[in-house]
T-cell receptor
Framework: DARVTQTPRHKVTEMGQEVTMRCQPI?????VFWYRQTMMQGLELLAY????????DSGMPKDRFSAEMPDATLATLKIQPSEPRDSAVYFC??????????????FGSGTRLTVV | GDSVTQMEGPVTLSEEAFLTINCTYT??????LFWYVQYPGEGLQLLLK?????DKGSNKGFEATYRKETTSFHLEKGSVQVSDSAVYFC????????????FGKGTKLTVNP
């Protein structure tokens, strides 16, 4: 089965450090989402891209978070500087435009970030 | 804006019990509806979907029917197994909209032997 690959799976970092999370979407998918999952807030949409162009990043704290797609096989989410409240699991998901969500989206296994 | 409301958990059942997890939605137009499942330590997996009113999605013994009149998409299974223990998320995508997945807060299910 095709998979969305996220790296690293786990990351522990000190407050103030830069964190970069990576996502390899499924080949041929042109829509990529970044979600953050916490116990308190549940799943929050941070940003999403279509054909590598950002469509909506209104859920992302702009002062410290940035999301990019340098090419069709790589999406990145960066936090600089990181804070303890950023501790969460970050999920990437990819899908294909035109399906109108009929097939849903495929999620990666997530990056568990802990900021101490 | 669009939203999904799920019954609060956690839900604890004995093996072979009947399961219902309620889900209602608010959306402009006619969204596509989904149930995702998340097993411990893993990402979300699509469980089933429905794209129009009265559609029934089904998979692995789970079913949900798209009810436009009650704006609901309740998840059911006739006989749960220990392996069904997971967190279940109801979600929607508004057709013709920005195609963002909007999730409910999730319902944790524990099935005891």
């Amino acid at each position: 089965d095709a998979r969305v690959t996220q790296t690293p799976r786990h990351k522990v970092t000190e407050m103030g450090q830069e964190v970069t999370m990576r996502c390899q979407p499924i080949l041929g998918h042109n829509t990529v989402f970044w979600y953050r999952q916490t116990m308190m807030q549940g799943l929050e949409l941070l940003a999403y891209f279509r054909n590598r162009a950002p469509l909506d990043d209104s859920g992302m704290p702009k002062d410290r978070f940035s999301a990019e797609m340098p090419d069709a096989t790589l999406a990145t989410l960066k936090i600089q500087p990181s804070e303890p409240r950023d501790s969460a699991v970050y999920f990437c998901a990819s899908g294909l435009e035109g399906a109108r969500g009929n097939y849903g989206y495929t999620f990666g296994s997530g990056t568990r970030l802990t900021v101490v | 804006g669009d939203s999904v409301t799920q019954m609060e958990g956690p839900v604890t059942l004995s093996e072979e019990a009947f399961l219902t997890i309620n889900c209602t939605y608010t959306a402009t137009g006619y969204p596509s509806l989904f149930w995702y499942v998340q097993y411990p330590g893993e990402g979300l997996q699509l469980l089933l979907k429905a794209t129009k009113a009265d559609d029934k999605g089904s998979n692995k013994g789970f079913e949900a029917t798209y009810r436009k009149e009650t704006t609901s998409f309740h998840l059911e299974k006739g006989s749960v197994q220990v392996s069904d223990s997971a967190v279940y998320f109801c979600a929607l995508i508004r057709q013709g909209g920005s195609e963002k997945l909007v999730f409910g807060k999730g319902t944790k299910l524990t099935v005891n032997p």
